[in-house]
């Protein structure tokens, strides 16, 4: 009786781990793509963002088409290597070879301030 216990239990464990090796794991995706990326104009300062938050230039925050709302991405100049990490709460840019629209500071951080657009490498994890 006990070796038939013994032999339940072993096979209903390493049963068990099979099954969850089997099955997909939740993890993150980062995803890493060099686009074309631009900044806001001073003269939307305080205007509110399609989030709901007000645009506010010393913000580290951005605008992106689709990635949703809150999603932190890091965005790095490749001519220098400098990085920020920016939020996303708006929609924009609204043209097709633009990808993201950074806040003001942001641009400053990573030396793109005054380019007016610049190639940059963003990097974000999508759950």
């Given at each position: 009786m006990k070796y038939l216990l013994l032999l339940s239990s072993l096979f209903l464990f390493l049963h068990s781990n099979a099954q969850d090796s089997a099955s997909p794991v939740n993890t993150a995706d980062s995803i890493q793509k060099t686009v074309l990326a631009t900044y806001y104009h001073r003269k939307f300062e305080g205007h509110r963002t399609t989030?709901?938050?007000r645009y506010r230039s010393k913000k580290l925050t951005a605008a992106h088409r689709t990635l949703p709302f809150g999603t932190m991405v890091t965005v790095t100049n490749?001519?220098?290597?400098k990085s920020v990490v920016v939020k996303v709460n708006d929609r924009g840019p609204f043209s097709k070879r633009l990808a993201i629209?950074?806040?003001e500071s942001a641009a400053k951080q990573i030396g793109i301030y005054r380019k007016g657009i610049a190639k940059v490498?963003?990097?974000?994890?999508v759950e």
């Open positions: 989030s709901g938050a490749p001519v220098n290597g629209d950074l806040s490498n963003l990097s974000y994890t």
